[in-house]
């Protein structure tokens, strides 16, 4: 099953410089999409959120935009620190399907000094 | 900061054995969540509990697991018999009402089963 895809396992970026993770869904009834962070040994952390009736959310350092036509999302952060140094879970979610999110399979960021 | 808290950290059991794993979920919250995560795959939706019943459930849900709010405060998934493949990370997690039905989502720190 492969409804939310993550196709980049790892990226490595100088601080200061952007990051930017990419994401993929194939569930057109998916309307609702989430950024997670998750560090070591500790349990997925919500960073931001997108409805599918808007292409751009910002959040200071974070911004999330939807292509709804090419069924693609992406977080940017700017200016990377080295404290965002995690894995960043995009996932997904459909109104008509209750309370289930559906999550790709994580990207490593790995933001150098 | 109110966090999900889940105990233990981590428990090795024998295949075939009973297992318990528990949350407290943030205090005002009422709905709840399990997923899991095994090892080097996805984070994957188990069960949601709202109103002391199971709102969904996956097909990984089956006949062998099933939740419980037994004391208001506590939320348990209870494994009858485990395998070997239910061996992975398991978070809970909770959520406040009014949001988007599936937003925000707040996650424990998960129990590691190990199941030999």
């Known amino acids: 099953d492969q409804q939310v895809k993550q196709n980049s396992p790892s990226l490595s970026v100088q601080e200061g410089r952007i990051s930017i993770l990419n994401c993929d869904y194939t569930?057109?009834?998916?309307?609702?999409f989430l950024w997670y962070k998750k560090y070591p040994a500790e349990g997925p952390t919500f960073l931001i959120s997108?409805?599918?009736?808007?292409d751009k959310n910002e959040d200071g350092r974070f911004t999330v935009f939807l292509n709804k036509s090419a069924k693609h999302l992406s977080l940017h952060i700017v200016p990377s620190q080295p404290g965002d140094s995690a894995v960043y879970f995009c996932?997904?979610?459909?109104?008509?399907?209750?309370?289930?999110?559906?999550f790709g399979g994580g990207t490593r960021l790995m933001v150098k000094p | 900061e109110p966090e999900v808290t889940q105990t233990p950290s981590h428990q090795v059991t024998q295949m075939g054995q009973e297992v318990i794993l528990r949350c407290v979920p943030i205090s005002n919250h009422l709905y709840f969540y399990w997923y899991r995560q095994i090892l080097g795959q996805k984070v994957e939706f188990l069960v949601s509990f709202y109103n002391n019943e199971i709102s969904e459930k996956s097909e990984i849900f089956d006949d062998q697991f099933s939740v419980e709010r037994p004391d208001g405060s506590n939320f348990t998934l209870k494994i009858r018999s485990t395998k070997l493949e239910d061996s992975a990370m398991y978070f809970c997690a909770s959520r406040v009402p009014g949001t988007r039905n599936t937003g925000e989502l707040f996650f424990g720190e998960g129990s590691r089963l190990t199941v030999l």
């Open positions: 997108i409805s599918s009736i808007k």
């Open positions: 569930n057109s009834m998916f309307d609702y």
């Open positions: 996932a997904a979610s459909a109104t008509n399907a209750g309370n289930m999110l559906t």
